[in-house]
Structure formats: structure tokens, C-alpha cells
């Protein structure tokens, strides 16, 4: 297994980059919404006082093959360039939750559209870049990804109770994707980004209730289980699959599965049935052994600084261990949009922006980037 750290910096900046069918049948691309396309140089100029030099980005899989098995990577390569120009290292996903048009997790080509669309990128990166490590998201978020066409009917293929079926199709994909990254270019790393949660049974739970509320909370691990081949063997997972596990950590993460109440962090350790982030990521190490990042992380509006602060405290009990923790990613870096109800934007990225007509200017959130430097300082990162 290869230990050898890839990231160029430990703090890294996720720009919201999901294109999939929102609950009302509408295609969402928050590259565009976000202005992150047309403003990427002024945004990666940007992180320049945080010295963050690492990003997270998507290449928006309905855009690059409109048509079945032809791409169009213009706009990908643009934004390549724009970090070999400003010295910013691009962890791509290649799937961040949509799909091109008609194809959906159940349709008999999907695999075969994916493993062709993992060796197209690959070629296609190489073309402009032969010599840095690439870094790849094969399909970003699957347990949630699941849960939100399978079982929510909030995106492509819009079910209920047909999560576990969802999963399966997408992790077939997903392996088969691996395969073929790695027959493209044998030196890839492959970084999964899963979320990491925490469900607990509420006060007085009966036996069958504690049960129940340990079984979902252990399903979040599905992903990584078949991915190392323990779970759904048939589909060809093996441990050398997991590489660098990337965990997405975020405020209503923890609650009661019946009923379903969140946790309230702000209280933290004060409620006995709320785990500490350093805790969680622990025993997630303690299952695979890999090194780990905390993917993506953030919270909305005024609570910001306050998140960052916890996620310091945190993240310095993790780096006074021996543990592989590489690094931690704010996303969104800057200001996005809800995927249902694009009016209401969530002002959780160190930038919030003020909306035109025809443009849009980046407006550092002052208390949030404070709490970042002061962060960036104590953990000596």
C-alpha cells in the first residue's frame, strides 16, 4: 500500500461542483451558479493568505458526455490550466452526484459509460499534465448518493426503498472505475469521500430499538466494506482499493434514529450520546488502517468561526496521535446555492458573495477567515 502523502497543502478549499437533477426534475450546476467558473483564477489567487494549495473540484460528468461514450473537456482543461498557471493541485471527481441525461444507477450501460468516462479523463489529463500525482474521486458521497435517489426521491433514478439497490449499481461502477484508473495510470490515488456519521438510539430505547440504531449506524461503512471486498465480494473489491479515505464531517451528522432528532453540537461532550469528531475519525482508522482526511466540513452563516475553532480542538487531538491524518478541506470555499431552492444561498464558505445580473464578487467572510488563520497557526498547518 502506498503511504506516501500526495496533498500539497494540509488545509484544502472544496469548490461545490455537483450537476445532478435536483427533487424537482430541474439539472443543477453549481460550478455555474457559484460563478466558480467564470471567477476560478480570482478564486485560486484567493487562497493565496491561507497558503492552501491543494483544492477539490468536479469535472461535471452531464457536461463533459452529452453524448453516449464523446466528450467535450473544454471546459475541464481550462480549469486544469488555470491551476498549473497559479502552482493549485486539483483532486478531481469525476461523479459528484449527477449523471448525463438518461442514464440512471440502474441502466445496463452505466457501468460501462463510467469505466469508459475513467480512461477518457485520465488520457485526457495526461495530455496537459504527464508528471504530477493525480488524485481521483470516482464517485463522490455513494452512501449518500443512495439514499437520495434510492430511498428520498430527491435525484435520478427518484425511489423509495431501493437504496440498497442504488448502492449496489454504484459500487459496481465504482470498482470498475478503479480498475481501469489504474490501467490508465498505474500511480493514481484514489481518495473516497464518504460521511462519516454517528446514530445513536434515543433515551429509553428498547433492545430492539439499540439495535435497529447500531445497524444504521454501521451501514455507513458499507461503501469502504465493499470496496476492500468484506461485503458483496462478487463485485471484485480487494483492500488495495482503499487508499486514502476521505471522511465528510458537518453539523447534523449525529442524531437519534427514532425519532429522528440531530445532536446539538454546540453542546458536544454534554450530551452523553455525542461523540467527538476525533473519536469518530479513531475508530474509523481503527477498521481500514489508511491514511485519512476530513473531506469536506463546514457550517452555515453565523456559526462559522465557532465550527472552525471545534474543528481545530479536534483536529489537534488527532495530529498529538501517530495516526496518517493528511489534511482537512473547507467546502464550500465559497457561498453556494440550496439544490432544490436556488434562491436560498447557505453563506457556509470563507467567501460569501454579493449576486448580479451578469456577475459576481467575492466577499471575504471576515470572522471565518480569521478563525482559519488562527487555526492554521495553532495546529502549525
Not at 4 to 9: G, L
Not at 20 to 41: K, P, S, W
Not at 358 to 363: A, H, N, P, Y
Request: net charge negative; charged share 20%.
Amino acid at each position: 500500500m502506498n503511504n506516501f502523502n500526495p496533498f500539497e497543502s494540509f488545509w484544502m478549499a472544496g469548490y461545490e461542483c455537483t450537476d445532478h437533477v435536483n427533487a424537482f426534475g430541474i439539472r443543477v450546476d453549481l460550478i455555474n451558479l457559484t460563478g466558480h467558473l467564470q471567477l476560478i483564477d480570482t478564486d485560486y489567487k484567493n487562497l493565496s493568505p491561507f497558503n492552501i494549495r491543494t483544492v477539490r473540484e468536479g469535472i461535471r460528468w452531464s457536461k463533459v458526455e452529452t453524448i453516449p461514450y464523446e466528450y467535450d473537456w473544454s471546459a475541464v482543461g481550462d480549469m486544469i490550466q488555470t491551476g498549473k498557471d497559479n502552482n493549485i493541485q486539483q483532486v478531481w471527481d469525476l461523479c459528484h452526484f449527477g449523471y448525463p441525461d438518461n442514464l440512471s444507477p440502474f441502466d445496463p450501460e452505466f457501468t460501462n459509460r463510467f469505466v469508459a468516462l475513467c480512461k477518457a479523463f485520465v488520457q485526457f489529463y495526461r495530455s496537459i499534465d504527464a508528471v504530477s500525482t493525480l488524485i481521483i474521486t470516482p464517485i463522490n458521497e455513494v452512501s449518500f448518493l443512495s439514499w437520495l435517489g434510492g430511498d428520498a426521491k430527491g435525484t435520478v433514478p427518484f425511489c423509495n426503498n431501493r437504496g440498497w439497490d442504488v448502492k449496489y449499481n454504484l459500487m459496481k461502477a465504482y470498482i470498475k472505475g478503479i480498475d481501469a484508473l489504474k490501467v490508465a495510470d498505474p500511480l493514481v490515488r484514489i481518495l473516497t469521500t464518504e460521511p462519516l456519521i454517528n446514530i445513536v438510539p434515543c433515551l429509553n430505547a428498547n433492545t430492539e430499538e439499540i439495535e435497529n440504531a447500531s445497524a444504521m449506524h454501521e451501514a455507513q461503512f458499507q461503501v469502504t466494506e465493499i470496496l476492500c471486498g468484506r461485503l458483496c465480494p462478487e463485485l471484485g473489491g480487494k483492500p488495495g482499493y482503499l487508499d486514502i479515505l476521505g471522511y465528510n464531517f458537518y453539523y447534523n451528522n449525529q442524531w437519534t434514529a427514532a425519532p429522528h432528532e440531530f445532536l446539538d453540537w454546540t453542546i458536544g461532550e454534554f450530551n452523553p450520546k455525542f461523540i467527538p469528531l476525533h473519536q469518530l475519525l479513531i475508530e474509523a482508522y481503527k477498521k481500514y488502517g489508511r491514511p485519512f482526511v476530513l473531506t469536506e466540513t463546514s457550517h452555515p452563516k453565523e456559526d462559522r468561526s465557532l465550527w472552525i475553532k471545534m474543528i481545530e480542538r479536534e483536529s489537534q487531538k488527532l495530529l498529538e496521535t501517530s495516526l496518517p491524518f493528511w489534511g482537512i478541506c473547507w467546502y464550500p470555499m465559497v457561498n453556494r446555492p440550496d439544490w432544490d431552492y436556488p434562491k436560498n444561498w447557505h453563506y457556509a464558505g470563507i467567501w460569501d458573495d454579493v449576486y448580479e445580473k451578469d456577475s459576481s464578487v467575492r466577499i471575504l467572510h471576515e470572522p471565518s477567515a480569521t478563525a482559519l488563520l488562527e487555526a492554521q497557526r495553532n495546529l502549525n498547518k
